[in-house]
């Protein structure tokens, strides 16, 4: 069962000016989604159950996995608690211009550049880890891969990618 709660904000608008044999348009999107979900997942447990441990050795087509669920045998076992909502927030920008033009009465030349922007999944109150394998673990003789926890400086573990341009051309005869 899920207890969901989500909401969005979006902004989508764009200009289209017309001068001679051009048709410019310029545009910009931006959208805010926030998801404050409460869901049980499989607080009952999740079982999966095949045929290897009723099966002969080195034969996987023998065996049955409805045998290995009677004696008990899980090949796999998960459990899964959610008691607080997720909070969970991401966003996205765009912005893009265009040129029609009219080379000849025949012919049209379509340019345009749109950048696009889509920021990690990050959570509102910084409840969010992760393991990240440039920091050294202290506990493991400092090898590489460290438990860390959300900050306001650092929200998601990921990085932002700001230089997402995509050219547009076409060409209409």
Request: charged residues 15%; hydrophobic residues 35%.
């Amino acid at each position: 069962a899920c207890f969901c709660n989500l909401h969005t904000t979006e902004f989508n608008d764009a200009l289209t000016w017309i001068k001679g044999r051009h048709t410019t348009r310029f545009g910009f999107a931006y959208m805010k989604g926030a998801s404050n979900n409460l869901g049980t997942g499989r607080s009952a447990g999740y079982f999966n159950f095949l045929n290897q441990e009723t099966g002969l050795p080195g034969n996987s087509n023998t065996g049955i996995a409805f045998a290995s669920f009677l004696l008990g045998l899980a090949d796999e076992v998960k459990v899964q608690h959610i008691n607080a909502p997720s909070y969970s927030r991401d966003s996205y920008w765009a912005a893009f211009a265009q040129d029609d033009f009219k080379v000849t009465r025949k012919l049209t030349l379509n340019l345009g550049l749109r950048w696009e922007l889509f920021t990690p999944d990050v959570q509102r109150y910084n409840h969010k880890s992760w393991i990240d394998y440039s920091v050294p673990n202290p506990g493991a003789n400092n090898i590489p891969g460290a438990f860390v926890v959300a900050s306001p400086s650092n929200p998601s573990g990921l990085n932002t990618y700001y230089k997402n341009f995509g050219p547009r051309i076409g060409l209409a005869y």
